[in-house]
């Protein structure tokens, strides 16, 4: 499984928090960072996009990070994501730059998802989805991590 993201995680609590979660999934999650492009908003986004897609074979399940995405509870995002690992293709979570995904890899992806209506930095789009991902599969495996008790 493996997150491909535009831009690099430095140091500090983002990264710990990612790599908190990060160390927990199984199989393991691996990051591969692109640089971010120069260039007019659409150079940006058409060689990000190239960067992205380059790093995933042909075989991959692309699951776009894309604010136009569907919205998932965690329950419904953990019964997802199980069908999604079915598919016994690997897994692979894409995270555009700041100028959002090019249409290239909205098309490409097997899916594409939205961590809610608000726009996340990059960096924190990152811990969320290793977060989500861990508790997708505390929920598939039925481990206590996720509690699913609401007030009435």
Not at 21 to 26: F, G, L, V
Not at 70 to 77: D, E, H
Not at 97 to 118: C, H, K, T, W, Y
């Amino acid at each position: 499984m493996k997150l491909v993201a535009i831009g690099r995680l430095k140091s500090g609590p983002e990264r710990e928090l990612f790599d908190r979660y990060a160390a927990r999934i199984r199989p393991v999650l691996t990051v591969t960072e692109i640089a971010p492009s120069k260039g007019s908003v659409m150079e940006q986004k058409r060689k990000d996009a190239a960067g992205l897609l380059g790093a995933c074979p042909e075989n991959a399940f692309v699951i776009a990070l894309d604010e136009g995405g569907k919205t998932f509870s965690s329950l419904q995002f953990a019964a997802t994501f199980a069908r999604w690992q079915e598919t016994g293709r690997p897994v692979h979570f894409l995270i555009g730059g700041a100028e959002g995904l090019d249409g290239s890899v909205i098309q490409r992806a097997d899916a594409v998802i939205a961590l809610g209506a608000m726009t996340w930095p990059h960096m924190l789009v990152r811990v969320m989805i290793a977060e989500q991902v861990f508790r997708a599969q505390a929920i598939n495996s039925n481990h206590p991590y996720h509690k699913d008790s609401r007030p009435d």
